[in-house]
């Protein structure tokens, strides 16, 4: 109970408990937890994350090291299987789940990384257009059609063709060419909150434009961000696999669950799993991540109407 003191000559200032009221960060964590979909997406993220960032600190074989005399060993659940490699070799004798592991942290990287450049653009493009408007906003909405009209997989396809494919590259290329979502959703957030009060107060006390932009609007936009940052490192994933696959992504013999895939093609009518285990891995990924991202779209749509 918070107790206010007044003079006599003073209205009496009324009592209000304190913390009766839950606090915003448990009011979302209590709808999280309510959300089924969101929260077996995040397990299913935090599974693959922890597999992938821990899991060779143990599991310590060389997903590098070849052996002939053990190609294509099956699967432990197979009756050929040995416990020696629990998701069998490949046709140069490597351990599948070594690659698996360390294919995970590829795949990680590059979301996360292709995430991180194109949400730093696009979310920089979308604020300067929504606030300033004019002939900046239309500049900025020329530019955002311009690249909503081009297909990013062959553009990607036809730039990584013409610089050389490697791990650097593909991060780089995609993104450059995946911004233009979080552009889209920050322009129209940023126009919706340009003429509220508190953007209109810090405007009439003075504030600089960059002071507007970093410390009153952002901060606001950041939700949608973060919605769009995991839908779009879903797609990262699916258009590196696909570049990694067509052998313009990352290159042998780095293990990437894109590039397992294109080379288990010529066994895939004698040893399935060598197709069927990168590519559950990568469908579990792309399903964990939307999961999540639509799991906050929802949790930040519930919270903006309460």
């Known amino acids: 109970m918070s107790i206010v003191t007044t003079a006599p000559d003073e209205p009496v200032a009324v009592a209000v408990p304190v913390g009766a009221a839950p606090s915003r960060r448990r009011a979302l964590w209590r709808r999280a937890r309510a959300n089924r979909s969101f929260m077996f997406g995040l397990s299913l993220l935090t599974l693959i994350v922890l597999l992938a960032v821990v899991g060779p600190l143990f599991y310590t074989v060389d997903p590098y090291a070849q052996d002939l005399t053990a190609r294509a060993v099956p699967p432990v659940w197979y009756a050929k299987g040995t416990w020696a490699h629990v998701f069998g070799t490949d046709a140069l004798g490597r351990d599948y789940f070594a690659r698996l592991l360390h294919g995970g942290r590829v795949s990680l990287l590059i979301s996360l990384s292709v995430v991180i450049i194109s949400g730093s653009i696009g979310t920089m493009v979308g604020v300067i257009g929504g606030y300033f408007a004019g002939k900046v906003d239309l500049g900025i909405t020329f530019l955002i059609t311009s690249f909503l009209a081009m297909p990013s997989i062959l553009v990607a396809l036809v730039i990584v063709s013409m610089i050389g494919s490697s791990l650097t590259v593909v991060?780089?290329?995609?993104?450059?060419?995946?911004?233009?979502?979080?552009?889209?959703?920050?322009?129209?957030?940023?126009?919706?909150?340009?003429?509220?009060?508190?953007v209109a107060a810090a405007q009439a006390i003075g504030a600089s434009r960059m002071r507007i932009l970093l410390g009153e609007i952002l901060p606001n936009v950041m939700p949608q961000v973060i919605v769009v940052a995991t839908l779009e490192a879903a797609s990262a994933v699916i258009v590196e696999a696909s570049l990694s696959f067509l052998g313009l992504g990352v290159q042998a013999p780095t293990p990437a669950w894109g590039l397992m895939i294109a080379e288990a093609r010529t066994y895939m009518f004698f040893a399935f799993w060598m197709i069927a285990i990168p590519g559950l891995a990568l469908a579990a990924l792309a399903l964990a991540i939307n999961l999540v991202g639509d799991g906050l779209r929802d949790l930040f749509s519930a919270g903006s109407r309460n």
């Open 171 to 198: 991060i780089f290329v995609l993104g450059l060419l995946m911004w233009v979502r979080f552009a889209v959703v920050t322009r129209t957030a940023t126009q919706q909150i340009r003429g509220l009060d508190y």
